[in-house]
């Protein structure tokens, strides 16, 4: 398993079901995770759908410039860090993003989202 190609799947598939059927994330946290977004902190797969679920835009398109991964912990971890632009609908010009996801290893071969931290990069 090439840790490069996991992290990129991951992204790949964690956008492309933000941007469209974002009701599915549910499945990529536990009640353990954590997301920090924009400085709030929320605890638990079900607070965290609820939040990335009542975001005042209903579609938007990531686009990743770097995905950037790191081996984490002697479980089989994964720190991802992720940059790239935000369009949203009606708008000229994209948001610079971060975000950064600690996936963990799950008994059934996939990952789960522990720690994710999202920020907007303003200029």
Known sequence: MDPDSVAKAFVDHYYATFDTVRV????????????????EKIQGA?????????????QCKHHTTTVDCQPSGTAGG???????NLQLPGED????????????????GSFYVFNDIFRLNYA
Do not use: R
């Open 93 to 108: 010009h994209p948001l610079k993003f971060s975000q950064m996801f600690h996936l963990i290893p799950t008994s059934t």
């Open 24 to 39: 599915n994330l549910l499945g990529y946290y536990q009640d353990a995770s954590m997301l920090t977004f924009e400085g």
């Open 78 to 84: 994964m720190l991802v860090f992720v940059s790239g």
């Open 46 to 58: 079900q607070n965290i759908y609820a939040k990335l679920t009542s975001l005042p835009f209903q």
